[in-house]
């Protein structure tokens, strides 16, 4: 099944403890992406990734780091994670011949205390 | 850059009347233009996209949109609204032109259809 998949879905951490939520795609998409879901400011992007080893910042950038090894993982880190960051989180990949359309994994609820 | 407009953070529409949900938007070059649908406790899931072509585009679960390029709109419809279209809507575009090739999304309408 075409998907696109994040762990962990629920993590609740503390102030400074770094963190990686993973994300994985199995349809050999080019672009990938990550986001972030706030109540009254829809989905933000963080940063996103045109191929491997190609990334690039998106709107909201600070706090946060992605790599991009391999076609397939598009980890996003957070190497000292504050309570601003508590989150609902979505990663997603595309392929320009798909012209762009999105595929989202379910998301990854960020408490950070 | 590009941006996307949602004016509306609520709409309210009653079970089997139609529903517009709205959009404007501003790109360089040409628009791609696409609505996605969040239920509750779930991943955003594609609905449709204008990309060229006719202006009204059909995508799933009796959804449309129409682009209108002198308005920088593409409004999403439905004729008949059903309580399970409860959701959040999200419209997204981006540029042909220059700049990412990842879509910017606006800040989302809530959708409640009443009984």
């Known amino acids: 099944e075409a998907q696109v998949t994040q762990n962990p879905r629920y993590l609740i951490t503390v102030t400074g403890k770094k963190l990686t939520v993973t994300c994985s795609q199995n349809m050999n998409h080019e672009y990938m992406s990550w986001y972030r879901q706030d109540p009254g400011l829809g989905l933000r992007q963080i940063y996103y990734s045109m191929n491997v080893e190609v990334t690039d910042k998106g709107d909201v950038p600070e706090g946060y780091k992605v790599s991009r090894k391999e076609k397939r993982n598009f980890p996003l880190i957070l190497e000292s994670p504050s309570p601003n960051q508590t989150s609902l989180y979505f990663c997603a990949s595309s392929s320009p011949g798909l012209q762009d359309t999105q595929y989202f994994g379910p998301g990854t609820r960020l408490t950070v205390l | 850059a590009q941006s996307v407009a949602q004016p509306e953070d609520q709409v309210n529409v009653a079970e089997g009347n139609p529903l517009t949900v709205k959009c404007t938007y501003s790109?360089?070059?040409?628009?791609?233009l696409f609505w996605y649908v969040q239920y509750p406790n779930r991943g955003l899931q594609f609905l449709l996209k204008?990309?060229?072509?006719?202006?009204l585009v059909k995508g799933s679960y009796g959804f449309e949109a129409e682009f209108n390029k002198s308005q920088t709109s593409f409004h999403l419809k439905k004729p008949s609204a059903l309580v399970s279209d409860s959701a959040l809507y999200f419209c997204?575009?981006?540029?042909?032109?220059?700049?990412?090739?990842?879509?910017?999304f606006g800040r989302g309408t809530s959708l409640i259809v009443h009984p």
């Open positions: 204008y990309i060229t072509g006719d202006n």
């Open positions: 997204a575009v981006r540029g042909t032109s220059g700049g990412s090739y990842i879509p910017t």
């Open positions: 790109v360089s070059g040409n628009p791609y």
